[in-house]
């Protein structure tokens, strides 16, 4: 083979390879896009493969053909999408103290979008390093999404701001995790804090902003979670509250259509952040869970299990990925995209295991499940005697 025809099968390889990944990153979506891509890159797999194939015979021509693939690929497949300028456009970003709201609030107030940055605690250490960095395009606000008159002084603040032009982005991304516990042991005040901050709180904010949101003909920008599409033992309450999330995501998405306001939904995979809280934290909930829990299931699970399962957050945190660009790229798309996606599964299996859970037999799922998210080695008492009690 000539040394050229070499050099364009190398390219060939390369790009294929390098549109494969990128496939892979956009996850398995029906949408526009992903259907474009899948075609291009199929298309482009079988015509360069016999090309590759052909090349001894006649090294000139199919050469030229997998040059032409590979050029075909690299620009045919680039994304056809906008961003939109981001002056002049205001976004409210929702649980700010860490995690992503705070790496999006500040890469969004880079970019140069006024970013009004909602913390739990406007004294706390992550509000004053949010503060520090953030130049004066972000503006911190005391804002617990659960406190009626703190979201009514958010509003008029803003509202002052932004005047006539109304607010661009709402992005409902506070919220809570909590325990990682058997959903027969989930204090019942912990699950109502879950689905007050992860759930009605979204419902409430949408409704407080929307008026300035149409005015903007806006985005909302849900942030639900995989747990609230694929049942994960453990966080029973934490998905059910994504989950109503998500479904409240998709009637707003279609309700507000004609207004011209965009909604999107983010749903990551596992990514460490302080959603996984600290040994303090864990401590204080098994506290709760330990005071609330009732004398037979106490003895069924028994105190070993019990107190297990505050491993279960450090195990999940050291699962999961550092980097939290993925998330904050995806949220910027949602905002800035002319062409933003319904769903972002950004993170590691964050398309797989939800495509798994819809597509595979419901026994083959839970075999997969249960191999997956086994957080512990310890088992209940009552499930470790040969005859549990009946
Ligand atoms: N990290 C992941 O693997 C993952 C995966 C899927 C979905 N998510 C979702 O992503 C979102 C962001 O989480 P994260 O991972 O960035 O965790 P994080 O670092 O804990 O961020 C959540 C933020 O929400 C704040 N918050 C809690 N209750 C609030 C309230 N009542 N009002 C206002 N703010 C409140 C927290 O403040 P404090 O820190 O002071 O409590 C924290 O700053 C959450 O909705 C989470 O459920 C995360």
């Given at each position: 083979m000539e040394v050229w025809a070499a050099a364009v099968v190398a390219l060939y390889i390369f790009t294929v390879a390098w549109k494969l990944r990128e496939v892979w990153h956009m996850?398995?979506?029906?949408?526009g896009a992903n259907a474009f891509a899948v075609t291009a890159l199929a298309l482009a797999l079988v015509l360069g493969g016999g090309a590759s194939l052909q090349l001894t015979v006649c090294p000139d021509f199919y050469g030229g053909a997998l040059l032409g693939c590979s050029l075909a690929l690299m620009f045919g497949m680039e994304r056809r999408e906008k961003l939109l300028l981001p002056s002049g456009r205001a976004v409210l970003v929702t649980?700010?103290?860490?995690?992503f709201g705070r790496a999006l609030a500040v890469a969004l107030s880079q970019r140069g979008l006024t970013v009004f940055a909602g913390v739990?605690?406007?004294?706390g250490t992550g509000a004053r390093q949010l503060t520090e960095r953030g130049g004066d395009k972000l503006k911190v606000l005391q804002l617990d999404v659960t406190n009626s008159s703190q979201i009514e002084a958010a509003h008029r603040h803003i509202h002052t701001w932004v005047g006539d032009a109304g607010l661009w982005g709402l992005v409902n991304n506070a919220g809570v995790l909590q325990f990682p516990a058997d959903s027969e042991l989930q204090p019942l005040a912990a699950s109502r804090r879950s689905m007050d901050v992860n759930f009605l709180a979204a419902v409430h904010l949408c409704q407080v902003f929307l008026p300035m949101l149409r005015k903007a003909r806006g985005r909302i920008v849900n942030v639900s979670s995989m747990a609230g599409e694929v049942p994960m033992p453990g966080l029973g309450v934490y998905g059910a509250s994504k989950a109503a999330l998500g479904l409240f995501s998709g009637v707003l998405r279609l309700e507000l259509a004609a207004w011209g306001v965009k909604v999107a939904l983010i749903q990551p995979a596992?990514?460490?952040?302080?959603?996984?809280?600290s040994s303090e934290s864990a401590a204080r909930l098994r506290d709760e869970l330990v005071a609330t829990v009732t004398p037979e299931a106490r003895e069924d699970y028994g105190e070993a299990y019990i107190s297990s399962l505050p491993g279960r957050l450090a195990r999940m945190s050291q699962q999961?990925?550092?980097?939290?660009s993925p998330v904050v790229d995806d949220f910027c798309h949602a905002l800035l995209s002319t062409r933003p996606r319904p769903l972002y599964t950004p993170g590691q299996m964050g398309w797989l295991l939800p495509f798994l859970h819809r597509c595979c037999p419901t026994a083959a799922f839970d075999a997969i499940a249960g191999r997956l998210f086994k957080h512990t080695d310890c088992r209940p008492a009552g499930l470790q005697s040969p005859q549990p009690r009946t």
């Open positions: 996850g398995v979506r029906c949408d649980g700010c103290d860490s995690g739990l605690d406007e004294n596992g990514f460490r952040t302080n959603i996984f809280g999961s990925a550092e980097d939290l």
